[in-house]
């Protein structure tokens, strides 16, 4: 094959050399269960990184969002309010609790939550809203925090895309009272599966501990404030192992520099392709100036649901792999079955059939970002 049609697929997971070096040096020092020192390392790059009280490696964004319902005692009955546009696990973490996730609409330009629909959704039972940061694109957060306050509703941030993102001056996920980061292979950070709860507010941290280690006050123990460790509440197994840990730490330590490339990678789409949304062919991710984006995902949002589909086979016909995002979940099986909606949700149901992700890792050459953009402007030509 020439280098003209070699595949190009829609993420390429990135290794940045010193994993398992790290792994092995845990290997000799033989902690291998949770929290050894390099958990602990990821802990304090996390919180000096993103400037936030306490974070907690956990097995994934899902476990961490778990632990979230759990610490705001999320109940049967009560509702939760956040975007159909998600993925499964924003709304499956309340559910597992008996709550009812409240489905409202999106901006058409962030594909975010629409700040203005969350207050006409709010009932007796509501008890948290849970914005998502889709592409690693803020959700506005001032407006968010202020209608949570008013209503006295909690706010747990779904920054799973959004590691090193930034709504004004700070760091998503460290702005709603609780944060779930994600860590699985086809994030921008990465250590196969994982994830971390960032904790806002220090009246979580003790009862956090405690969830994370089977509802255990295990943590204390160690730190010998305790003289045995007892069960004291619910809880799971929500911590990953020291080999996770050694995996993350090593990519944490190369996290800006793989961010920053794949913000390079996205400028360059966004340029070239800007030409064909000035004539109104297609519409390109938008983000608030005073906001940083962290270059997850791009996309580009199609005419019709048929063009997309003409133009995923044509760039497929020359090994480029573009893909779509999320069935709303409204509309999905689990979705009508335990949730519900808020007003109407058209830009939800417009928009999730004409998106389409472009491909982006970190090892894309020019070459390959060339390529694409070169095809999908003879499919437009
Ligand atoms: C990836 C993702 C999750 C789930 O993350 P895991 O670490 O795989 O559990 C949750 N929410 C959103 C928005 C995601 O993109």
């Known amino acids: ?45 996390l919180e000096e990184q993103l400037n936030c009280r306490k974070a907690l490696l956990t097995n994934s964004c899902t476990a961490a969002l778990e632990m979230a319902a759990i610490l705001c005692d999320i109940k049967p009955g009560d509702e939760v309010i956040m975007p159909s546009f998600t993925f499964v696990s924003t709304a499956n973490a309340f559910v597992l609790r008996g709550a009812v996730p409240v489905f409202i609409d999106i901006r058409p330009d962030t594909l975010n939550l629409d700040e203005k629909k969350i207050v006409q959704a709010v009932t007796p039972q509501t008890r948290a809203i849970v914005p998502v940061h889709y592409a690693g694109i803020p959700c506005e957060m001032d407006k968010i925090s202020e209608i949570a306050d008013e209503h ?16 004004k001056d700070k760091a998503l996920g460290t702005i709603g009272h609780l944060g779930c980061l994600s860590f699985h ?21 003790e009862r956090a501990e405690i969830i994370r280690e089977k509802g255990t006050n295990r943590n204390r123990f160690l730190r010998g404030e305790v003289d045995k460790y007892t069960w004291v509440d619910i809880g799971s197994s929500f911590l990953p192992s020291e080999l996770v840990g050694a995996f993350l730490y090593a990519q944490f330590e190369m996290a800006e520099k793989i961010i920053s490339v794949r913000c390079k990678i996205f400028n360059k789409y966004y340029q070239l392709l800007k030409p064909f949304e000035d004539k109104g062919i297609i519409r390109l991710p938008y983000v608030e100036e005073l906001n940083v984006c962290n270059g997850h995902i791009f996309y580009i949002i199609l005419r019709s649901n048929d063009e ?6 044509f760039l497929k016909g ?18 009508i079955k335990f949730g519900r909606t808020n007003g109407d949700l058209s830009n939800t149901e417009c928009l999730s059939d004409r998106i389409l992700r472009l491909p982006m890792y970190y090892e894309m050459s020019d070459n ?5 953009i070169e095809k999908i402007t003879d499919f437009f030509g």
């Not at 997309?308 to 086979?313: E, S, V």
């Not at 020359?318 to 979705?335: D, E, Q, R, V």
């Open 1 to 45: 094959m020439s280098s003209q049609d070699h595949t190009i697929p829609y993420n390429k997971p990135f290794i940045v050399g010193k994993e398992l070096y790290n792994i092995a040096q845990a290997v000799i020092e033989a902690h291998l269960s949770g929290d050894g020192p390099f958990t602990k390392r990821c802990h304090q790059w």
């Open 318 to 335: 020359f090994g480029i792999y573009a893909i779509f995002h999320y069935i709303p979940l409204h509309s999905s099986p689990a979705g």
């Open 308 to 313: 997309r589909t003409r133009l995923i086979d």
């Open 152 to 167: 006295h509703l909690y706010v747990i941030e779904d920054a799973a895309q959004a590691l090193l993102s930034k709504y």
């Open 368 to 372: 390959e970002t060339d390529r694409v």
């Open 185 to 205: 292979e086809t994030k921008n950070i990465i250590s196969g599966e994982g994830g971390a709860l960032l904790i806002n507010d220090d009246r979580f941290i």
